[in-house]
């Protein structure tokens, strides 16, 4: 009777064999580096910090402190400017004006020349997606589809090139820097090509292909509301840097992360007086005051400023790093007291906890 | 399970065999079992519908369509579909798996074979095609298929024996009939012209209950449970019966028993969801304080630099504007909540499930099954689990009962010994005793002490008379197919272990006839005249036979409990006595069941007397059974001791170790059991949950609510009191000031002992606080004799005030209410029954496998769990709340801070992978320490690695990073030009500073997290960060500018920014600053208040070998208090039915001359037995005013 076979299936039987696999992997036995905080590890690495970061933040600091840089705000200087500009009726109307400055000693090595906007709020959302890279790559696309309205077309449905917020406000002061020498006056030669990034310039703009400029945009597109002229007669002077291309509007396009910016406008070209940077004396900046600012309350400034191998003036970076050099440093010398202190006593509460436990459980028993 | 719902709530059944035509338009249920949720067809739709039923997904659902709008549209809309669609394939992939698993195994189930009369002749079946109203035929050791109505067995009578362990646990066998009538129709051409109808009650519930009625050839017979085969049990003892399907597949009481599945959560879903709706109220605060601030910008800038900057067609207002900015801000703060977070989980819990079934140790060789888990949802549950509820049978024991040790004579025979004598330790034992001598022996019994068959063999009188009462005294029958091929068939599997071992002893019990037993004894048959069995019961706790010699001398013997008999003894036995209960206690000590045997030799005139007496009170209707009981009682008097046994109930392999570990753990281990009280107490003391050293173990048997309340009363009075002696001073002041209930304070061990009926009172909604409070005060708690529904009780009672994870694990049928109950369920797999298998979470084959499961696997799986959360909400605060910052230097105009590709990628590429790889992979200390020092598992208990506090330091240590992610950037890029005279500060090269620097933050916090560099998270931690600048450059690249200038507008800015040593060293600095007070807090915490699991970690990096310091495995061998073996798995009636001879085969009836004795009512005896202890442990309600009798 017993020796009848369970009808049942069993699963074990029909299979070679369900035991699992010996592999470290699956057996969870993986060799693995089991790093730990140790009092060693630890002390080092906070010492090893606080030296890199104070070594760091002595030399950012000292490079730093090497830069010369002179801002000139101008918002106010030109306010005769200011008030024709409000009125937006004027736009076709010019207006000049001329801000003086004293260098009292030489500024030497390459100089820049920025232009610098207060509370232009150039980061938000709305204006950040105002643009169509596809016309600006010269491309014949239907910007009514892009993000640019309201600045995408005219009420005729002429379509505005370039289109967008971005391009319609560009900055248009021109400014010329004069340098007052021995009472004659000297206008300092800038350089206003090459100052944008090189991928900008010869992957992202690109004007569109035609056998002259003018005749690419003068048929079927008409200029921004807010310029003066249309973007084929941005640079009449050099083709290379004319319509798209034009490095003042490829400068204005890279849109700045904060509304207080400055956005590299001129170089000073260093040739005769100029080789060695600016010499000290009187200076004359000549502006063209197109850009209003006062409407939206912001501000303006002419900047000149040499640069080091961290960049410009900026004091930010060298305390930050010496400051969180002393923090770690100082942490490193706080950990080793605790360690020290704490061990002893720990030790010491440990027997006697001992001590205790062992007598409770006696008296439990 | 999956209840056919049928429109019309069924009032009764109707049932007409053999006509299936007749039976069809009833639309009864068939035996077909369906668990799986889904088919090809419906995959989809019902899956897509059950995903978005949960929040998340509807909430990015939500999202994805306000993205369409472009007023507020601040991402572009695959930032969130992306991820979106990720996860729901994800989700989908994983569903679709399970659900092709749960149709594998309902295709196990449903294609077993049946044998199904049909046309009158037997034909094989599948299961799932068994309609109600067939006639199937079940053969030994077989499964019932479904609910059957028993017509005919093999066995005189219609009697039918079936085991029941699957539905309710009871181990001992019962007993079923056929109703007269049927119990004739012995062959398929009788049975195919059957058509009686069955009407009985719809299908239930209920175990032990079962009311209809057949009509056939126009009368009527009364059913009861009493003819009822119910599927799950198994036939034993029988070589076949036919039954009349009356309830199948979801219908039939196993099934209707199981209940619904239902979907487990643990506890740290719950604390997700919680905090994941903060997280949300948190979004919606942020939310509100950015939309406040873009209205006040829009009406105090904005209107003035709306030359530059029209506001949107439609926008009137600053109000409006902020309304929407409120919207735009809920689109690209979303990421606070992660959506990949349920996925990754899934993911992690997916990867701890395969590697449970990959576990070589948790592999059992024997029944070849390995560990499975078979939900992917609970692991890191493993990992807290406070309360452990077990069921015995099968789980802690293996039942089967083993005679291993007897006392004669004063003499004890059973040690394993080494060839110098001495007590050999296990593993190294010698051969077993060879019983070759005996061609009637059982092979597979074995036993190892030499000098038992020495003394047989040299003729020992006492040794002889010792086995000759153990192959008299029992009410096995004995089954001969083939000449010496003996088959015992005992009731309860103590009694079988006795006779099998005289029979390898040589006094073989052949045969009996309700007046003889026929014996060889060493070889040679002698027949005993059987004059009367003296049956067991729960009171008498012993039985007798008395028996004539062919020599004419009548001689009782007896066997019984301990306690009982050796008070009955002659005062001649005393010093025989004394030596006895030394070997008696020895065997209690190593938890082995023990009996007493006696004898007592009649003079012919008093029995004479006494038969006579027996006689008459047998006829007489009244007090029948008292005086009965005052009969027996005369007669077992005076007798004589002739030694004792120890039976073993089998222990699992390495039970008691487990539950020492376990206990160590600080886990709580509840035994529930359908067994009896004594069996249940004394498997209690063989794996150690009961000692001897304990305090008290408090039996709780009360019948009514008043006494059980009194027990319970008195047990914490009793606590109180002990604790209160021992507190004093000092210790007490330091208790009372930190434990909440001075119950928990309580000094010294005790234990709580509760039966089923007790239980019923105690779990009444007024008593439940007073008896857990009292239960969880003690060490162990055992409760006997409940039903499953109890068991489920007792689980949600504790799930109910204890708010802690409980576990419940079982083999058998009546432990599925329990395994579905408890937070966890794990089934015993590798034996027959599969059904607690198939409603468990994890399934293994020994028990002692649980010890890995909590210890390695869960504590493993929590500790990643959490560090996962804690690292995954750290790292998407860190990433969003920049976005905050941001808002007040943009005009609040929810411009994102990144490139909308870095928004997308960052969480599905950029830093999903390491936090995957340390979540699966990652070990704080190696799994031998775990199970060496199991107070390692105690974090998970108290829930001290991920709560609402570890939470707050998360997304503080978040906040903390974004804040610096946003200023240190922005303090360097205020003024700053780059080091050719270019400005420095443009929005893209600041979000590509932003990132890089957020990328390498999160990367080298993973890193500090990571306790456990694989080869594999290295190459996720390497490999991330150089995906990153992969993806970077290839974004940034000219040529996919070129294709779509509208989406890849960051043309060349990676190679222009990340040239500049400026951004370098931003990078540098905010990695230094947010990373530096992490490693000095952290390491202040190892130094000054270290883990356990730190402090194990820092001795093993210095290799001192700290050894088992923590460990106090208490040893066995010390004396233990004796408990008697008898009846633990016995039952009153066997006596009686043997006598009657109506169990006996025709052929061996007419052997003998069958006296006539008025014992018509021997089945009404079993019946009314049975009846009583079925409805008391059925009902706990009903079960109050019944009395039990243990």
Redesign the interface.
Same mark, same amino acid.
């Given at each position: 009777m017993k020796n009848k076979t369970n009808v049942l299936p069993r699963e074990g039987e029909a299979q070679p064999s369900r035991c699992p696999d010996n592999t470290a992997f699956k057996q969870q036995r993986l060799p693995a580096w089991k790093p730990q905080l140790t009092i060693a590890s630890v002390l080092s690495s906070f010492f090893l910090t606080g030296a890199f970061c104070l070594t760091v933040g002595v030399c950012l600091v000292l490079s730093a402190n090497s830069v010369r840089e002179i801002q000139i705000d101008y918002s106010d200087k030109c306010s005769d400017c200011s008030k024709l500009r409000e009125n937006s009726s004027n736009w076709n109307k010019e207006c000049h004006c001329s801000v003086n400055f004293t260098l009292k000693e030489n500024i030497l090595g390459d100089v820049f020349m920025y232009y610098g906007l207060q509370n232009f709020y150039q980061n938000h959302r709305r204006y950040v997606i105002s643009r169509s890279d596809a016309q600006l790559l010269g491309r014949n696309v239907n910007i009514q589809r892009s993000y640019c309205a309201p600045f995408s077309t005219y009420r005729n449905g002429t379509p505005m090139a370039p289109c967008g917020a971005i391009a319609n406000s560009i900055f248009n002061d021109t400014i010329n820097l004069f340098y007052n020498h021995n009472s004659s006056v000297i206008q300092v030669p800038l350089l206003k090509t090459g100052n944008s990034w090189w991928t900008d310039k010869n992957v992202k703009f690109r004007n569109p292909e035609s056998y002259n400029l003018s005749s690419a945009f003068a048929a079927g597109t008409a200029r921004p509301p807010y310029w003066q002229k249309p973007v084929y007669l941005l640079d009449e002077e050099d083709e290379r840097n004319n319509g798209y291309l034009n490095d003042d509007f490829i400068i204005w396009m890279r849109v700045s992360a904060f509304a207080t910016f400055r956005n590299l406008y001129r170089r000073v070209r260093r040739v005769r007086h100029f080789t060695e940077g600016l010499p000290a004396g009187n200076y004359t900046f000549h502006i063209s005051y197109n850009f209003p600012v006062t409407r939206f309350k912001g501000r303006k400034h002419v900047i000149l400023s040499t640069v080091v191998w961290s960049g410009g003036s900026n004091p930010f970076l060298g305390i930050a790093y010496l400051v969180s050099g002393t923090a770690a440093t100082l942490t490193g010398f706080v950990i080793t007291g605790i360690h020290l202190k704490l061990r002893k006593k720990k030790t010491y509460f440990q027997r006697r906890c001992e001590s205790c436990f062992i007598c409770l459980q006696r008296s439990l028993h | 399970m999956g209840v056919t719902g049928r429109c019309v709530v069924e009032e009764e059944r109707r049932v007409r065999a053999n006509a299936r035509e007749y039976n069809e338009k009833f639309q009864y249920a068939s035996n077909c079992i369906k668990t799986s949720k889904y088919n090809i067809v419906t995959f989809l739709p019902v899956n897509l519908f059950e995903q978005f039923q949960e929040v998340a997904n509807t909430y990015f659902l939500f999202l994805l369509i306000l993205q369409l709008i472009p007023q507020i549209s601040?991402l572009s809309w695959f930032t969130t579909i992306v991820p979106l669609v990720l996860v729901l394939t994800i989700t989908a992939v994983k569903d679709a798996t399970d659900d092709y698993f749960r149709h594998k195994s309902d295709n196990?189930v449903n294609n077993?074979?049946s044998q199904v009369l049909i046309g009158g002749v037997l034909q094989q079946e599948q299961w799932m095609n068994v309609r109600v109203g067939d006639i199937i035929k079940l +053969?030994?050791?077989?499964?019932v298929a479904a609910d059957l109505l028993l017509l005919s067995s093999s066995e005189p009578h219609g009697l039918c024996y079936i085991e029941t362990a699957e539905l309710d646990g009871e181990t001992n066998m019962k007993v079923r009939q056929a109703i007269p009538v049927t119990a004739e129709l012995g062959d398929t051409s009788q049975l195919a012209r059957f058509d009686g109808e069955v009407v009985c009650e719809p299908p239930n519930n209920k175990l032990d209950k079962f009311g209809g009625t057949l009509y056939w050839k126009e009368s009527k017979y009364p059913l009861s449970n009493q003819n009822m085969l119910l599927r799950g049990c198994v036939l034993r003892n029988t +070589?076949w019966c036919f039954g009349l399907v009356i309830f199948a597949g979801p219908d039939t009481k196993l099934m209707q028993n199981s209940g619904r599945t239902k979907f487990k959560r643990t506890s740290i879903d719950r604390l997700m969801n919680t905090l994941v709706l903060w997280i949300f109220g948190f979004l919606v605060c942020m939310g509100v304080i950015l939309a406040i601030g873009n209205a006040i910008w829009e009406h105090e800038?904005g209107v003035? $630099?709306q030359?530059?900057?029209?506001w949107?067609?439609g926008v009137h207002s600053a109000f409006f504007s902020g309304f929407l900015s409120f919207w735009?801000y809920i689109i690209i703060l979303n990421t606070v909540v992660p959506i990949s977070l349920y996925v990754s989980v899934e993911v992690i819990r997916l990867g701890h499930s395969y590697?449970i079934?990959?576990?070589?140790?948790m592999?059992c060789?024997k029944?070849?099954?390995?560990a499975e888990a078979r939900t992917t949802t609970l692991n890191e549950e493993l990992g807290q689990v406070e309360y452990i509820f077990s069921d015995k049978t099968g789980t802690l024991t293996q039942n089967i009962m083993v005679f291993s040790k007897c006392s004669v004579n004063g003499h004890s025979y059973g040690d394993v010994q080494d060839m110098l004598g001495h007590k050999a330790e296990l593993g190294e034992r010698p051969e077993p005793v060879d019983f070759s001598f005996n061609p009637l022996a059982d092979p597979r019994f074995q036993f190892w002490d030499p000098s038992l068959l020495e003394a047989v063999k040299l003729g020992d009188l006492h040794v002889h008379e010792f086995f000759r009462l153990l192959s008299l005294c029992h009410t096995v029958m004995s089954?001969e197919?083939s000449e010496g091929e003996l088959?015992y068939k005992a009731q309860s599997p103590d009694e079988g272990a006795l006779v099998t071992a005289a029979r390898n002893f040589g006094f073989v019990f052949r045969s009996r006839t309700p007046k003889t037993i026929t014996v060889h004894e060493l070889g040679q048959a002698i027949t005993y005249q059987l004059l009367a069995i003296l049956d067991f019961n729960n009171i008498r706790k012993r039985m007798s036979v008395i028996v004539r010699s062919p020599e004419g001398k009548i001689r009782l013997y007896c066997k019984g409990a301990d306690t009982i008999l050796l008070e009955r003894l002659h005062p001649l036995n005393q010093d025989l006595s004394s030596i006895t209960t030394d070997h008696l206690n020895e065997y209690a000590g190593e938890g082995l069941r023990t009996l007493v045997l006696a004898y007592k030799d009649l003079e012919e005139s008093y029995y004479k007397d006494w038969s006579e007496r027996l006689h008459r009170v047998g006829s007489a209707p009244e007090a029948r059974e008292d005086h009965l009981a005052r009969l027996y009682d005369e007669v077992e008097h005076d007798m004589m001791l002739l030694g004792a046994t120890a039976i073993e109930d089998k222990l699992q392999q390495g039970v008691p170790e487990t539950i020492a570990i376990l206990t160590l753990a600080n886990i709580k281990i509840w035994v529930l059991t359908g067994d009896k009280q004594e069996t249940a107490v004394n498997i209690g003391y063989s794996c150690k949950m009961l000692t001897d050293d304990m305090t008290e173990v408090f039996v709780v048997t009360g019948h009514t609510v008043l006494e059980v309340r009194e027990e319970l009363r008195k047990a914490r009075e009793k606590m109180m009191d002990a604790s209160h002696s021992?507190c004093?001073g000092f210790?007490q002041e330091k208790l009372s000031s930190k434990l909440t209930s001075v119950l928990e304070a309580i !000094?010294?061990e005790y234990a709580l002992v509760i039966n089923g009926h007790s239980l019923a009172h105690a779990l009444e909604a007024d008593m439940e606080v007073e008896f857990l409070e009292t239960a969880c005060a003690c060490k162990a708690v055992i409760c006997c004799r409940v039903t499953p529904l109890q068991k489920a009780q007792v689980v949600e009672l504790v799930k109910k005030y204890k708010k802690a994870v409980t576990l419940a694990i079982g083999d058998g049928a009546n432990d599925v209410s329990m395994i579905k109950t408890a937070h966890i369920g794990v089934g015993i797999s590798g034996q027959?029954g599969i059904q607690a298998v198939l409603a468990s979470d994890y399934s293994f084959s020994q028990f002692k496998f649980l010890q890995r499961l909590l210890l390695v696997h869960g504590r493993?799986s929590y500790l990643r769990m959490c560090k996962f959360l804690c690292y995954f909400f750290y790292k998407n605060f860190a990433f969003t709340m920049v976005h905050f910052w941001f808002g007040f $230097?943009?005009?609040f105009?929810?411009?994102t801070v990144y490139d909308q590709y870095f928004i997308t990628l960052y969480n599905i590429v950029y830093t999903s992978l390491p936090v995957l790889a340390m979540g699966v $992979?990652d070990?704080d200390v190696p799994?031998q320490r775990s199970m060496e020092y199991p107070k390692l598992y105690e974090p998970g208990q108290l829930n001290l690695l991920f709560n609402k506090r570890e939470f707050f330091i998360c997304i503080a240590q978040g906040i903390y990073t974004s804040i610096l992610m946003f200023f240190?950037p922005?303090?360097?890029?205020?003024? !700053?030009? @780059?080091?050719?005279?270019?400005?420095?500060?443009?929005?893209?090269?600041? %979000?590509v500073t932003v990132a890089t620097s957020l990328v390498i933050v999160v990367s080298v916090q993973i890193g500090l997290d990571t306790?456990?560099?694989?080869?594999?998270?290295h190459f996720f931690i390497w490999g991330s960060l150089a995906a990153y600048f992969a993806i970077l450059f290839t974004m940034h690249s000219?040529g996919l500018? @070129?294709m779509f200038?509208?989406q890849f @507008?960051f043309?060349?800015n990676a190679?222009?920014t990340l040239a500049?040593?400026?951004v370098w060293?931003?990078i540098?600095?905010t990695a230094?600053?947010c990373i530096?007070p992490v490693? %000095?807090f @952290?390491?202040?915490k190892?130094?000054?208040k270290p883990e356990l699991s730190d402090t194990v970690?820092?001795t093993q990096?210095v290799r001192k070998k700290q050894k088992t310091q923590h460990r106090c495995m208490r040893h066995a061998g010390r004396v233990g208090s004796r408990r008697s073996g008898y009846a633990f798995s016995h039952q009153e009636g066997f006596g009686e039915l043997i006598m009657s001879g109506k169990n006996m085969r025709l052929s061996s009836l007419a052997l003998s001359s069958f006296a006539p004795r008025p014992s018509t009512s021997w089945i009404d005896t079993l019946r009314k037995k049975k009846g009583c202890e079925g409805s008391s442990a059925g009902s706990p309600s009903g079960a109050a005013d019944k009395t039990l009798r243990v």
């Open positions: - | 601040s196990q077993r074979q +053969e030994n050791n077989q499964f +070589e800038v003035c $630099f030359i530059y900057l029209p949107d067609e735009s590697f079934n990959w576990d070589k140790k592999y060789a029944r070849r099954t390995p089954e197919k088959l021992v004093n210790y !000094a010294g027959e493993w $230097f943009c005009g105009s929810a411009q $992979f070990q799994e240190i922005y303090g360097v890029f205020a003024d !700053a030009t @780059r080091d050719d005279g270019a400005q420095l500060a443009d929005y893209q090269s600041f %979000a306790g456990f560099w694989t080869a594999i998270n000219d500018f @070129r200038p509208h @507008r043309v060349g190679q222009n500049q040593p400026t060293l931003t540098a600095l230094v600053v530096v490693v %000095a @952290r390491f202040l190892l130094d000054l970690r820092y990096l």
